[in-house]
């Protein structure tokens, strides 16, 4: 079947830009995960969602950081005034069930930079 | 929180060789382990995990040992293959909202 899909798959945003990250996880899948990936760095958490419910957003950097999952499925990451030390690949994840211990299936991220 | 170290950044071996890369974490109350292979340019994918009940876990070529006294986990490759050559990633779950990764090993396996 599908796997997790992400889009845009690269974006250049200006400085000050606000910029959505869009995240299609696998379906019927409960657990979504948001991480950061630096360049050359392993991925760094954002937050996690059981379908609707953000239960944990303790990695974003800050409040210009927000999102959501309305509806369960589709997630969107959203930056607002987009600074130059927010570039980076965003990588969503989701997993069948409820938590981060079983395996997390990734989808191929989005490469964002700012300029 | 939780702070996962990983050892060697780079690593370079000749086909047919093994190959080990090493992690320590910090927090005792962890108990999940998954190793992840990131090709360039591609997404993550889990290549084999690890529960605190458990010391060791084989898959083909490819198996992982925990030691809890310690707080490190390891994970071997045996008869290395050009295509085993990507980065690694190991983690640790010590709750059930997150993973914490570590740096990455850069494994190049030469032909």
């Known amino acids: 079947g599908a796997g997790v899909s992400q889009s845009p798959r690269y974006k250049v945003a200006k400085r000050g830009q606000d910029v959505a990250l869009r995240c299609d996880p696998i379906?019927?899948?409960?657990?979504l995960f948001w991480y950061q990936q630096a360049l050359g760095q392993g991925p760094e958490f954002l937050t996690y969602f059981q379908n609707e419910a953000q239960l944990d957003k303790s990695g974003l950097p800050s409040d210009r950081f927000f999102a959501e999952r309305p509806e369960g499925s589709v997630s969107t990451l959203k930056i607002q005034r987009t600074q130059q030390e927010d570039s980076a690949v965003y990588l969503c994840?989701?997993?069948?069930?409820?938590?981060?211990?079983?395996?997390?299936?990734f989808g191929p991220g989005t490469r964002l930079l700012v300029l | 929180g939780e702070n996962v170290e990983q050892h060697p950044s780079t690593l370079s071996v000749q086909e047919g060789d093994s190959a080990v890369i090493k992690c320590t974490y910090s927090d005792s109350a962890s108990n999940y382990f998954p190793w992840y292979k990131q090709e360039l340019g591609k997404r993550p994918q889990l290549i084999i995990d690890?529960?605190?009940?458990?010391g060791e876990k084989k898959d083909q070529r490819i198996a992982v040992t925990l030691n809890k006294t310690a707080k490190h986990f390891s994970l071997h490759i045996t008869e290395t293959q050009p295509e085993d050559s990507a980065v690694y990633f190991c983690a640790a779950s010590i709750n059930r909202n997150m993973l914490t990764f570590g740096g990455g090993t850069r494994l190049m396996v030469k032909p």
């Open positions: 994840a989701s997993s069948p069930n409820s938590g981060a211990k079983e395996t997390q299936y």
């Open positions: 379906s019927g899948h409960v657990s």
């Open positions: 690890i529960r605190s009940n458990v």
